[in-house]
């Protein structure tokens, strides 16, 4: 299963919103999770199931969508959210993972 | 607390071999599934392989670029599990980080967990 991620890179200023997509090349159903990697760090998981929010998560972010088309936002805009950001399908072996939207600060 | 440590990376020749060890520990690793994930300079995220537990016969899957190249196993009396990595190519160079994803169910609802090793480098090149 192929992953699009769009934008590349996002720049944007903090305190405003961000909204990266994630399309997927056939059906996962909600079966998605959204990773988190800031430089020198190992991924952390955001979102999972599509839609619900890990623990330890803050409100600001949130994910939405189905089947292929897939949606991370992120309100208010903090310096600590300015990383990499990475889809994941878990529907099917391989596992794949998107090649990442770069959240950037304008 | 759950935790894994990845060692046994390193620089390696062009079709060269190397093992890397993942220890875990905070968790009931007997029967949880184990991945390997690799992280190229400067690219994303690549799943290597995953190696399920003792109760569904320990079987391994991978990608296909380390098919028949790579092979995970793990010593659940040691709480480890291994990556072994033969005909290594200057593609195959990257951090590999082990990872779990666990579950913890409250009634209908569960919820994922995803832990990561540090990362291992691995450099091959002649």
């Known amino acids: 299963i192929a992953m699009t991620q769009s934008p590349v890179t996002l720049s944007v200023s903090p305190g405003e919103s961000a909204t990266l997509s994630c399309r997927v090349s056939?059906?996962?159903?909600?079966?998605l999770a959204w990773h988190q990697q800031k430089p020198g760090q190992s991924p952390r998981l955001l979102i999972y199931?599509?839609?619900t929010r890990a623990t330890g998560i803050p409100a600001r972010f949130s994910g939405s969508g189905s089947g292929t088309e897939f949606t991370l936002t992120i309100s208010s805009l903090q310096s600590d959210d300015f990383a990499i950001y990475y889809c994941?399908?878990?529907?099917?072996?391989?596992?794949?993972f998107g090649a990442g939207t770069k959240l950037e600060i304008k | 607390e759950v935790q894994l440590v990845e060692s046994g990376g390193g620089l390696v020749k062009p079709g060269g071999s190397v093992r890397l060890s993942c220890v875990a520990s905070?968790?009931?690793?007997?029967?949880?599934?184990m991945n390997w994930v690799r992280q190229g300079p400067g690219k994303g995220l690549e799943w290597v392989g995953r190696?399920?537990?003792?109760?569904?016969?320990?079987?391994?899957d991978y990608t296909a670029p380390v098919k028949g190249r790579f092979t995970i196993s793990r010593d659940d009396s040691k709480n480890t599990v291994f990556l072994q990595m033969d005909g290594l190519k200057s593609e195959d160079t990257a951090v590999y980080y082990c990872?779990?994803?666990?579950?913890?169910?409250?009634?209908?609802?569960?919820?994922?967990?995803?832990?990561w090793g540090q990362g291992a480098l691995v450099t091959v090149s002649s």
């Open positions: 190696i399920r537990s003792k109760r569904e016969g320990r079987t391994a």
């Open positions: 905070g968790f009931g690793f007997d029967y949880t599934w």
């Open positions: 994941q399908q878990y529907r099917t072996w391989p596992l794949t």
């Open positions: 199931r599509a839609s």
């Open positions: 990872m779990t994803v666990l579950s913890n169910c409250s009634g209908a609802v569960c919820y994922r967990y995803d832990y």
């Open positions: 056939q059906s996962v159903d909600t079966d």
